[in-house]
């Protein structure tokens, strides 16, 4: 039985949101959403082993949503290659959307053992502890450095305090006499790169 574009939208509860005559692309676009919807997901899957299956479906639906939103962009992938522009476009902005959220975990992750780090007690037999701090603290050093305009170590008891507190850059910023500038600077620099250790980038 063939799927039209009011079929596929109904099914996603979006009926509403169809214009009542669909461009040739976009009906085609979430026609083949639903068509391909188990293989994608698979697909997504292989990408994104960690992924549970609700990421993975909310990335599908992301795609199915962007049909809506930019119905341009799948009227020209269309015209271009058909079908299969279709599909890589739709794989591609699910594939983008449960990047972007695995980063956002990444980075909270990232965020919490920095602030554990710093909260750590160090006793007996924790190397580990010694090696991840002295990585940590090289990594601030750099950031306090290029950014300090002369007092990178004022910078570094700032970005120190401000890695660990959740206050906003311009509270910390404040209580060390210092512009906000510098200090989100230098910890966009330190969160990036604690990040890319994280994701082996």
Same mark, same amino acid.
């Given at each position: &039985?063939?799927?039209t574009?009011?079929?596929a939208?109904?099914a996603?509860?979006?009926?509403?949101l169809l214009?009542a005559?669909?461009a040739r692309?976009?009906a085609e676009a979430l026609r083949? +959403?639903?068509?391909? @919807?188990a293989r994608?997901?698979n697909?997504?899957?292989q990408r994104f082993?960690q992924?549970?299956?609700?990421?993975?479906?909310?990335?599908? @639906?992301?795609?199915?949503?962007?049909?809506?939103? +930019?119905?341009?962009?799948?009227?020209?992938?269309?015209?271009?290659d !058909?079908?299969? !522009?279709l599909?890589?476009?739709?794989?591609?902005v699910?594939?983008?959307?449960?990047?972007?959220?695995h980063r956002?975990v990444?980075?909270?992750? #990232?965020?919490?053992?920095?602030r554990?780090a710093a @909260?750590?007690t160090?006793?007996a037999?924790q190397? +580990?502890y010694f090696? &991840?701090?002295?990585e940590?603290?090289g990594v601030i !050093?750099?950031?306090?450095a290029?950014?300090?305009?002369?007092r990178?170590?004022?910078l570094?008891r700032?970005?120190l305090?401000?890695?660990?507190e959740?206050?906003?850059d311009?509270?910390?910023?404040?209580?060390?006499?210092?512009?906000?500038?510098?200090?989100?600077? #230098?910890?966009?620099?330190?969160?990036v790169?604690?990040?890319?250790g994280?994701?082996? #980038?």
């Amino acid at each position: &039985m063939s799927c039209t574009a009011e079929d596929a939208a109904f099914a996603l509860g979006w009926e509403t949101l169809l214009p009542a005559e669909p461009a040739r692309g976009v009906a085609e676009a979430l026609r083949l +959403h639903e068509k391909i @919807q188990a293989r994608a997901r698979n697909w997504l899957l292989q990408r994104f082993p960690q992924a549970c299956p609700s990421e993975i479906a909310d990335a599908w @639906q992301a795609a199915a949503l962007d049909v809506l939103e +930019h119905p341009a962009r799948y009227e020209a992938a269309w015209a271009g290659d !058909g079908e299969r !522009g279709l599909g890589r476009l739709l794989t591609t902005v699910a594939w983008r959307a449960l990047r972007g959220e695995h980063r956002r975990v990444a980075r909270r992750r #990232a965020r919490g053992s920095m602030r554990l780090a710093a @909260q750590i007690t160090v006793t007996a037999g924790q190397e +580990h502890y010694f090696a &991840m701090r002295h990585e940590l603290d090289g990594v601030i !050093g750099a950031a306090a450095a290029r950014y300090g305009a002369g007092r990178p170590d004022l910078l570094e008891r700032a970005l120190l305090e401000r890695l660990c507190e959740a206050a906003p850059d311009t509270e910390i910023a404040a209580r060390h006499n210092l512009r906000r500038e510098p200090l989100n600077r #230098a910890r966009r620099v330190v969160e990036v790169e604690l990040l890319d250790g994280l994701l082996g #980038a």
